[in-house]
């Protein structure tokens, strides 16, 4: 929603759809979409499953997908009926690995587009404001304007540029017309290209732990949650080759929960155990349980206290706490920590 808003406020036809929607106002975004009174739609990934409108010609993912199945669902929605489409992808360096996961699991190499420079960005930001100047002068009746700025000329001595120059800035407001160069931080040049290198025999370098990711290690039955976390199982694990990566994107993304708040991770063979903060509002209940990982819909339930473990007999393969690296953004989180209903 926050985007979409953002976008609305720079003159975008924009709206969002979510997982908490209810079907009629959903409908009724998705029939604006399909009959152009929409250009942009913002969708988590729940409430993109099963869209079918002609007219997408562009997915942007926003956020890098933790399941490679995820993407290939969020990409289906362009290209539809024999349609050109294209899909674009925004990926920090640290997510490298999950780019080559992407690309292995659609047989087909992602092109890397390079950003355009401050330079490109701010000569078009110039440009269009000039040409919504002619566009104005062309087409809008001025005349109250017009009688109204030579009023405060003569009133206050002062030129048409400077009045001018005041009424842009008053329309742009506090954010700055033109963006600062900000130096890119240098990365080693194959950071990109170590998708070319064969992977090791026996393993994907996909599949290993992130740096700051503890490894997964064969461990018991899952521990007492710490103060203020209540424990939840999940049906999706081992079997579905689901890792504590794809399980925090998921969370973190479709219930807005900030990957710091997410704990303890135990995957079995048909499950998994979650740590997540105590009491969490019903609608946020309600958006997990649609959620889907590894092809399967977490189904999510509260074990309730005192219990420990999803199953008696419950003993993971391995465990791992997820840090907060794992669900880290590409750009400032304004996710929360959820409070009580």
Known sequence: VELSEKLEARGYASAAINGDMAQNARERTIAQLKNGKLDVLVATDVAA????VGRISHVLNYDI???????????????????????ILFVAPREKRLLFAIERATRKKIERMELPSTE??????????????????????????SQMVEQYQQ????TGLEIAAALAQLMQGE????????????????????????????RERAERPERRERSERPAGRPSKPEEGMERFRIEVGHDDNVKPGNIVGAIANEADIDAQYIGRINIFDDHSLVDLP??????????????WVSGQQLRISRLGKGKYTGDAGDRPR?????????????RKSSKKKPGKS
């Open 175 to 202: 954010t700055p017309f033109l963006i600062q160069h900000k130096p890119q931080q240098k990365t080693r040049k194959d950071d990109w290209d170590k998708e070319d290198r064969k992977p090791r025999k026996g």
């Open 278 to 291: 105590e009491g969490m509002p019903k609608e946020v209940f309600s958006t997990l349980k649609k959620v």
């Open 120 to 145: 490109i960005i701010n000569d078009q930001r110039i440009a269009k404001f000039k040409q919504r100047i002619t566009d104005t002068l062309a087409t809008d009746d001025l005349g109250i304007f």
């Open 318 to 330: 391995n465990k791992g706490k997820a840090k907060k690296s794992v669900g880290s953004k590409t």
């Open 155 to 158: 009133e206050h001595n002062v």
């Open 49 to 52: 499953r099963g869209l079918d």
């Open 65 to 87: 997908p933790y399941d490679t199945e995820a993407y290939i669902h969020r990409i289906g929605r362009t290209g539809r009926a024999g349609k050109q489409g294209d899909a």
